[in-house]
């Protein structure tokens, strides 16, 4: 008999990096790639591995989340799959999460009604395919109580990252550190760690316990990574997932083993930026793993006028269902749905969102607008920094940020 998983996504991340894009938002909330939500992306990995019994705990402005999933992932209850958002219920009194494994801790219930024999616990704001059955059963076939998956980055980016150092066997974890300055290589490679991607699967009689013995310690900060994890590793029972080790089905040599944390405003507009290339480093069109989310019933993309320099054209962007580019250019970009940029208008290296208007004449560049922005005749973004800077969040890399519903000045 197939073994019984439950796969846990926790969705409670603030987002404090990635303001205005937050303000408003829960951070797995937050419109990716034009057409999909972040938490699109690790729900898809879980659907097409399988994978049909999934709560995503929630907790900061998790309205637009919530939405979302309702909407979009609605499983059929035949066989007693779903997808549901649990957000904070306080079933261990008058407080919300302390932490991510805080968050499993007052989520018991949900363990105990399904009695599962492993628990997936997966973070919901990266961009990256995996498939996660693999890592499931090589974390049965090695008996350990957690198994985590890395995925390996230069040893000179240790202290960017949470490192798992491992013993001769390359498996075994001897050690999880957080942003380490010492990293040892590892022993296959000595010029690469293994950098933690935040995904986790374990037996469900371990994470119980583990989860238990952390709520007791008034000192942790009932982190999953910061306090779970190392308790495990203490025992000797925690083992690490080679994340070069996973085929997903439809994949390239270009994409292969493609993960980003976009929890900066740069990540965040670098990973758009790489979805836009003639060979993507992140596939969008892989269609034997597809990344689900809602459709509504938008119209195509429509492109209008062709008089002199009035021509609505794109050009290496990928412009989504209901935008119209009319008597405009837009180079570079990720174009989402009810966009339009209007006549003599030149878009450059953005990401704008749903519902963002440009007026004629005026000129974007690498910017990232929030849904329903609006641009007014003759107005410049990207153009004079400092006078951005003024106006808007400008990120470390120059890039301008605009909050959600604002009207730009002319």
Not at 80 to 93: D, W
Request: proline fraction near 6%.
């Amino acid at each position: 008999m197939a073994a019984k998983v439950l796969a846990i996504v926790l969705a409670g991340g603030e987002g404090k990096r990635l303001m205005p894009l937050t303000a408003d938002r829960a951070k797995p909330a937050v419109p990716f790639g034009g057409m999909y939500r972040m938490v699109d992306f690790v729900l898809s990995n879980l659907a097409n591995a399988g994978y049909l019994k999934i709560v995503v705990l929630t907790q900061y402005k998790s309205h637009s989340l919530d939405r979302h999933i309702t909407k979009t992932w609605r499983m059929s209850t035949l066989l007693g799959n779903y997808v549901t958002p649990v957000p904070a219920q306080q079933r261990r009194g008058p407080w919300w999460f302390a932490g991510s494994a805080d968050a499993i801790y007052q989520s018991f219930n949900l363990i105990n009604d399904e009695q599962p024999d492993y628990v997936i616990v997966f973070g919901a704001d990266h961009i990256y395919r995996m498939d996660p059955r693999q890592m499931v059963e090589e974390h049965i076939a090695s008996g350990a109580g957690v198994t985590v998956a890395g995925i390996r980055q230069p040893l000179s980016t240790a202290d960017q990252f949470g490192v798992i150092e491992v013993g001769e066997d390359g498996r075994r974890i001897r050690a999880f550190r957080e942003k380490p300055t010492d990293a040892v290589g590892l022993p296959d490679a000595p010029d690469q760690i293994y950098a933690s991607m935040g995904n986790y699967v374990f037996t469900t009689k371990a994470l119980c316990e583990a989860v238990e013995r952390d709520a007791e310690d008034k000192s942790s900060k009932h982190d999953m990574g910061g306090s779970i994890i190392p308790m495990l590793v203490e025992r000797g029972d925690a083992n690490v997932y080679d994340f070069k080790d996973n085929e997903v089905p439809g994949s390239t040599d270009r994409d292969r083993g493609y993960w980003r944390d976009v929890g900066t405003l740069d990540s965040f507009y670098d990973a758009h930026m790489d979805l836009i290339n003639v060979h993507p480093v992140f596939n969008l069109y892989n269609f034997e793993w597809p990344i689900y989310t809602e459709q509504p019933p938008y119209p195509p993309a429509k492109f209008v006028h062709q008089w002199g320099e009035r021509v609505g054209r794109a050009v290496g962007s990928m412009v989504s269902p209901g935008a119209v580019i009319s008597g405009s250019l837009v180079e570079n970009s990720v174009v989402s749905p009810k966009v339009k940029v209007h006549s003599w208008a030149h878009v450059d290296g953005a990401v704008l969102m749903e519902g963002v208007e440009i007026g004629r004449h005026a000129v974007v560049r690498r910017a990232i607008l929030d849904k329903n922005v609006y641009v007014p005749e003759g107005a410049e973004i990207g153009v004079d920094l400092e006078k951005d800077r003024q106006r808007y969040v400008v990120s470390d890399n120059g890039v301008v940020v605009i909050g959600k519903g604002q009207r730009v000045e002319p």
